[in-house]
């Protein structure tokens, strides 16, 4: 697709929705769903994430598990491999991202040590940042994947609404600038949005948990939040292609990941997949 649609950090759980991606070339059309990682869930934000990622794999062909090649198999991976176990009805691929950080050796010692936690239908090396092998996956899925018609049209690249998209933005800035300060406890809720053929104006308020999570956000005197807005409005622009103006300001609801109003409020429904 080679459009960015969803957000990244180091911070674990960083994909909250399922966010779905349109892949169309001349010979297929590939719909990916990027679900939140699976996890033990520490709050109703948590379980909410969970049932989204859960619910996502009903109903698809092949089941993609995307895992850093030069990071240790931890309890999170074997958690994640223990529900595979019980829940997984179709092919499960796995994706050694970063392959070009190991050496052979190291790559092929990874690949055994995975071998014996699952029977992967596929593991297959990559890199998303240099975009090896992913032809050879991409030319894989084509082969695996059963025959039908386009389900849309070919220029549409997710079905997501662009105001959610270009919110996420304003989390991820958040999540690079705070990293470790403000790790989970930020929601993104867009009160106002205005656009034109050539601009969009935004007005979005940043929730977060605590008062010092506030003060951090906002930075001495504005230079944080005055940051985290500049370069929202760059990855804004590129997606829309348009002029973009953005307003932010920060609230606070104390435990809002615990509080099903905020969750459905702030667009985390539990009851949506359930």
């Known amino acids: 697709m080679k459009t960015k649609l969803v957000i990244t950090s180091p911070t674990a759980q ?29 709050d109703g934000l948590g379980s909410f994430m969970n049932a989204t990622a859960l619910s996502s794999m009903a109903g698809t062909d092949v089941i993609l598990l995307i895992e850093a090649a030069n990071e240790h198999i931890g309890k999170g991976d074997r958690f ?43 593991i297959i090396p990559i890199s998303a940042l240099k975009g090896i092998n992913i032809d050879d996956l991409m030319n894989t899925l084509k082969k695996d994947l059963p ?16 105001q959610f998209i270009l919110s996420e933005f304003i989390r991820e800035k ?4 705070t990293h ?24 979005a308020q940043i929730i977060v948990d605590r008062p010092s999570q506030k003060g951090i956000i906002i930075g001495k005197q504005g230079s944080l ?16 292609g348009k002029k973009v103006n953005l307003e932010l300001f920060v609230k606070v609801e104390k ?7 905020y969750l459905k409020e702030f667009g985390y429904n539990q009851d949506d997949y359930s």
């Open 255 to 261: 435990d809002w990941r615990n509080k099903a109003k």
């Open 174 to 177: 958040i999540l690079y600038f």
């Open 14 to 42: 960083t994909t909250r929705n399922t966010v779905q991606g349109i892949y169309s070339d001349d010979e297929a059309q590939i719909i990916f769903l990027d679900t939140p990682g699976i996890h033990k869930p520490q």
């Open 80 to 122: 994640i491999i223990e529900r595979l176990k019980r829940e997984a009805e179709c092919p499960v691929y796995l994706l050694l991202n970063k392959c070009d950080l190991l050496s052979k050796e190291e790559m092929m010692k990874k690949l055994t040590e995975w071998n014996q936690l699952y029977p992967f239908k596929e």
């Open 180 to 203: 470790d300060e403000v790790p989970h406890d930020v929601a993104i809720v867009v009160e106002q949005w205005i656009e034109d053929e050539d601009s969009i104006d935004i007005m």
């Open 225 to 240: 939040i005055k940051k985290i807005r500049q370069q929202a409005r760059k990855d804004m622009k590129r997606f829309s």
């Open 147 to 162: 025959e039908g018609g386009m389900i849309y049209p070919e220029e549409m690249i997710t079905d997501h609404p662009e």
